[in-house]
């Protein structure tokens, strides 16, 4: 069941792979949720919507590919 605060997103792109998102795949974002040090979050960085882990020690997304 979806509130105000859940949305569906498609991924993009090959950043996610290291830990199962792959492009085209259906993200469930859920912006009531607190994060936590490597969650993996969808953020807006510089207007464009990201899907990341939160380094929150470092401040900083970071992506699951190595390349």
Known sequence: MLNN???VGR???HSMQGV????GDLLVIDRALKPKQNDVIV???N???VCKLADLKNNALVSANAD
């Open 11 to 13: 991924a993009s792109g």
């Open 47 to 49: 207007g464009v919507y």
């Open 20 to 23: 199962g998102i792959f492009d």
């Open 43 to 45: 953020a807006v960085l």
């Open 5 to 7: 605060a859940t949305f």
